[in-house]
């Protein structure tokens, strides 16, 4: 190896020891970054009506300001009473779901009875897991202040991302050689429409989910209807594993009240996702890249084993992102143009 070569390669190790390390930070720039390319598209609608693009960034984020205001105003409080709610009713369904189990370990004969030990392992299992998300979410207060400075850089690199977006794309497309630019400019114009067609649809089932879960729940008079819902919508961001995960709360309070209850929750959240599966997504998810549901699984996983909770919530964008790159540079590029030698 040469020197220049040992010093590129130095170069390269310490550049990526360096990512490493400012990891989470690297994450919020690429959330900031998916965020300024959906916002972007509501600033060309107002520049379409010959309106400038400061003054088109000022109305959007006022926009989306009016938004989330109105959403905290009107929504939160009711989301917070009822957490409070939840906090007190999950260790009472805990305790019943366990007191039933004795009861059927006193009822079911003797030979059975390793049949069903299980549930009575399940149920000290779930109230760790509530206590330890309990003990989580008090300590995700108590760290308030690195969460609000994270926000804020959020914010803050949205806006001048959206204010003008053009020098950090040219600085960008710089980084490749002369002959290259123009092709790298056509994949970021790709990564945009994929981004964009992904977000929207994602918002939109979102916001499907939330309002049939809240209906089904209201119907079932399942406790906490308007927190297990918004759950159900937040975690619908999570691809595979978060509509497995919401089912959970509403299920153990539905059987903390009746036992029919709790299949009926099953039955009511494995048919909203039919309906998502077999009509939503069909119809709202037209412009995005397709995704293999074990390829998107594994990101779940790798990306939140990797950079915790906010690589979870970027996994779907990383994985568009790096499928187009993959797909445009190694197979259009190099591969689909591999000549062998004879």
């Known amino acids: 190896m040469h020197f220049g070569q040992l010093i590129g390669f130095l170069a390269l190790v310490i550049s990526l020891y360096i990512l490493w390390q400012i990891r989470q930070i690297v994450l919020l720039a690429f959330a900031a970054v998916v965020l300024a390319t959906v916002l972007s598209q509501m600033v060309k609608f107002f520049q379409r009506f010959r309106i400038k693009r400061g003054f088109a960034v000022t109305i959007t984020v006022v926009i989306v300001l009016v938004i989330l205001v109105c959403f905290f105003a009107l929504i939160v409080p009711r989301i917070i009473n009822q957490l409070q709610q939840f906090d007190n009713l999950m260790p009472m369904a805990l305790e019943r779901l366990r007191a039933w189990n004795n009861w059927l370990e006193n009822l079911i004969p003797d030979q059975f009875l390793e049949n069903i030990r299980g549930l009575r392992y399940l149920t000290q299992s779930l109230q760790s897991w509530f206590n330890q998300l309990i003990n989580n979410f008090f300590s995700l ?6 969460i609000i400075l994270g926000i804020l850089l959020f914010v803050v690199l949205t806006i001048m991302l959206l204010v003008n977006p053009l020098p950090y794309r040219q600085g960008f497309i710089m980084l490749f050689p002369a002959f290259y630019r123009r092709r790298v400019d056509e994949i970021l114009s790709k990564c945009v429409i994929a981004l964009t067609g992904w977000i929207k649809g994602t918002l939109l089932t979102m916001s499907i989910i939330a309002v049939l879960s809240y209906v089904g729940l209201l119907i079932l008079r399942v406790p906490l209807p308007l927190v297990n819902a918004a759950l159900a919508g937040i975690l619908e961001f999570i691809p595979n594993v978060g509509p497995t995960l919401s089912v959970i709360p509403p299920a153990i309070l539905a059987l903390s009240d009746a036992p029919w209850k709790a299949a009926a929750v099953v039955a009511l959240y494995f048919g909203i996702q039919q309906v998502e599966s077999l009509i939503v997504v069909p ?12 390829v998107t699984l594994l990101a779940v996983v790798l990306f939140g084993s990797f950079f915790g909770f906010l690589g979870v919530f970027l996994a779907v964008p990383l994985v568009i992102v790096c499928q187009i790159w993959i797909k445009e540079v190694l197979v259009n590029d190099i591969l689909n143009h591999w000549q062998s030698s004879k």
């Open 283 to 294: 119809v709202v998810m037209k412009s995005q890249v397709s995704l293999l549901p074990a």
């Open 141 to 146: 207060v108590r760290s308030s202040l690195s």
